[in-house]
């Protein structure tokens, strides 16, 4: 690609991350009737972005909820090779050997086009994980740190919350490309546009019935109860069927 082609793509990419980034910010309140009925009534991945203090960068947070427990939810992030199969352009993801009390991650993903006008095919990431869970067991987060990459720093967490009958999963990220030809806001607009993405693939795999027992089975293996005694809820003859 000449260098000239790369210039076009990437004032392309400024203008369209300009026009994101006006739709990002601030979400409603959480609890308050506009934030109830856009994630509980028609099910939204509410993204939110906060900067990041000596820079033109921001942290994205996003917010959804699912009619699971929030213990199920919990295994979806204890089974982080599976992550492949169905999350947006993820094309490796393996858990590697634990570091003392820390969980070890490797996230491959297929660079979007922002990147790919600096020399990147792929954004490469091992990351430490540390995890907490509330007294209460209500609330169990995951935070994750790069401990090798080739971008210059990437960081954010994982939470699943008990809420309303289900849960809601919150996702945090922030990556530092660390190229002075990748615009903060087309960076900013990347790592938006994958954790909404990454969202709603989180959701959709998780309701699948199939699914859904399964990760159910899995926290009650991991709470110490008989997973032979989760079954799963047919809720109509459309689950009937499958």
Not at 13 to 37: D, H, N, Q, Y
Not at 84 to 92: A, D, H, P, S
Not at 149 to 173: D, H, P, R
Request: net charge neutral; hydrophobic share 40%; aromatic share 10%.
């Amino acid at each position: 690609m000449t260098f000239q082609r790369k210039l076009r793509i990437c004032w392309a990419l400024i203008g369209l991350a300009a026009m994101v980034s006006a739709c990002a910010g601030k979400i409603p309140e959480r609890g308050s009737p506009e934030w109830t009925k856009r994630v509980m009534v028609k099910k939204e991945i509410l993204v939110s972005t906060d900067d990041v203090p000596d820079t033109g960068l921001k942290v994205v947070r996003a917010v959804g909820w699912s009619p699971i427990s929030h213990q199920a939810a919990w295994e979806i992030f204890q089974d982080i090779p599976a992550m492949k199969t169905y999350l947006y352009r993820i094309v490796e993801s393996e858990e590697l050997p634990r570091q003392g009390d820390k969980r070890i991650i490797r996230l491959v993903v297929n660079a979007p086009p922002v990147a790919l006008t600096s020399g990147y095919d792929k954004i490469d990431i091992t990351a430490e994980v540390d995890e907490t869970i509330s007294e209460d067991g209500k609330t169990m987060r995951g935070d994750f740190v790069a401990i090798k990459s080739n971008v210059k720093n990437a960081y954010g967490n994982w939470t699943v919350e008990e809420y309303e009958g289900g849960v809601l999963i919150y996702f945090s990220m922030f990556i530092d490309f660390g190229k002075v030809f990748i615009p903060d806001d087309a960076a900013n607009f990347f790592v938006k546009d994958f954790l909404e993405r990454w969202g709603n693939d989180l959701r959709t795999y998780a309701e699948l019935p199939a699914n859904k027992v399964r990760l159910e089975q899995a926290a009650a293996k991991r709470a110490g109860r008989d997973p032979n005694k989760v079954a799963p809820v047919i809720e109509g003859m459309d689950d009937f069927v499958r």
